[in-house]
């Protein structure tokens, strides 16, 4: 057997997890930096590879009996000119189909009434159906029930889609935030959206 070791060219550290790649023969370092190589019976061309280095190559005879130190290089590879590219929030919100007027925590407490649809009611295009003292059904557009659906975080809350006598089952007092959106951006929520939506994000 023959032994050797790889290294750093200029630190001399030990590098481990190379490859030494022989015709019939190969071999990886240990975390020492050191391999073991079955003597060839006749003279072989190794090829010694390691990511960040580059390769190099050695010969190796049956006559060698000297421990072998090889020395790899770093290798800097130049890179072409890498572009990155990105949208902003705002101007996705402008590039779609999509009709939406965000309200913030801000807007909800000073305009708070009953029900959370009683204080959207002052946004354009909504308005509300009192159903009793603190319920309210949502309308867009002057459409209703199953023609507007309400999404709070991620889950669709469907109670007030039916009966006249079923409202709005949100506390107002747990929203952060929330988007009213019309359009036909608002099919992506389902075709119980045809109206709009009405997206919660709880506090």
């Given at each position: 057997?023959?032994?050797?070791?790889?290294?750093?060219?200029?630190?001399?550290k030990?590098?481990?997890?190379?490859?030494?790649?022989?015709?019939?023969?190969?071999?990886?370092t240990?975390?020492?930096?050191?391999f073991?190589?079955?003597?060839p019976?006749?003279?072989?061309?190794?090829?010694?590879?390691?990511l960040g280095?580059?390769?190099?190559?050695f010969?190796?005879?049956?006559?060698?009996?000297?421990?072998?130190?090889?020395?790899?290089?770093l290798?800097?590879?130049?890179l072409?000119?890498?572009s990155?590219?990105?949208k902003?929030?705002?101007r996705?919100?402008?590039?779609?189909?999509?009709?939406?007027?965000s309200v913030?925590e801000?807007?909800l407490?000073?305009?708070?009434?009953n029900?959370?649809?009683?204080?959207?009611?002052?946004?354009?295009?909504?308005?509300?159906m009192?159903?009793g003292?603190g319920?309210?059904?949502?309308?867009?557009?002057g459409l209703?029930?199953?023609?507007?659906?309400?999404v709070?975080?991620?889950?669709k809350?469907?109670?007030?889609?039916?009966?006249?006598?079923?409202g709005?089952?949100?506390?107002?007092?747990?929203?952060?935030?929330?988007?009213?959106?019309?359009?036909?951006?608002?099919?992506?929520?389902?075709s119980?959206?045809?109206a709009?939506?009405?997206d919660?994000?709880?506090?």
């Open positions: 057997m023959i032994q050797g070791s790889v290294v750093d060219s200029i630190s001399l030990p590098l481990s997890g190379v490859t030494i790649l022989g015709t019939d023969s190969y071999a990886v240990n975390a020492l930096g050191e073991q190589l079955k003597s019976k006749n003279s072989q061309v190794f090829e010694v590879s390691h280095y580059a390769s190099a190559k010969i190796l005879d049956s006559n060698q009996s000297a421990p072998l130190v090889i020395k790899l290089k290798s800097s590879t130049a072409d000119e890498v990155v590219q990105g902003t929030n705002m996705l919100e402008k590039e779609s189909a999509t009709v939406s007027v913030d801000e807007f407490n000073a305009n708070r009434e029900s959370l649809m009683q204080t959207l009611r002052k946004i354009p295009g909504v308005s509300t009192t159903i003292s319920q309210s059904k949502p309308t867009i557009r209703g029930f199953n023609r507007v659906s309400v709070q975080n991620g889950v809350h469907e109670a007030q889609q039916w009966g006249s006598d079923h709005l089952e949100i506390d107002q007092y747990g929203i952060q935030d929330l988007r009213i959106i019309k359009g036909p951006a608002s099919l992506m929520y389902g119980d959206a045809i709009g939506v009405v919660i994000q709880p506090s």
